[in-house]
């Protein structure tokens, strides 16, 4: 599902163009009637990805940092990494992990994930199923989210952009 960072990309431009458009949104109903767009509500779609009225839902956001066991050997270090991609793979497939990707600037923030669950300490439990966690290679912060529902529908729409799989 990623592979060099080009997820992240996509991620990040579908989800500032959904934020985008749904605080563009929540602006047009304060608006006056005669200068607000008009919305095309899917009722079957909004029910479908669990929307509310203003098109958004709940997530749980994890942010992964620098863990403070990072001294590995080349082999460890790439199979740790070949077993975060495998947890990382086995979650979207799961419906669990709904974008994930790495930061490229090399701080401390490493990447996020962006977990469909009901609770913070559910994504805690699927963060520690990590190997690169298990070994605090890596460590997550966790945060409750409010975005647009609509990002369910992106690894659908990856999966049709992408040409090569991880």
Known sequence: M???GKILLIAAICMLNI???GCRQKVSEVQSADTAEELTFDEALATELGADAY???TWVMALLKTGPNRDFDRETAMELQRGHM???N???EEGKLILAGPF???GELRGIFLFDVDTVEEAKELTNSDPAIQTGSLVMELHTWYG???LLKVPEIHRQIAKELP
């Open 2 to 4: 990623i592979k060099d």
């Open 19 to 21: 934020i985008f458009w």
């Open 55 to 57: 098109g958004m839902k």
């Open 86 to 88: 495998a947890n990382i």
């Open 90 to 92: 086995r979650l979207a």
């Open 104 to 106: 490229l600037d090399g």
């Open 148 to 150: 647009s529902a609509a």
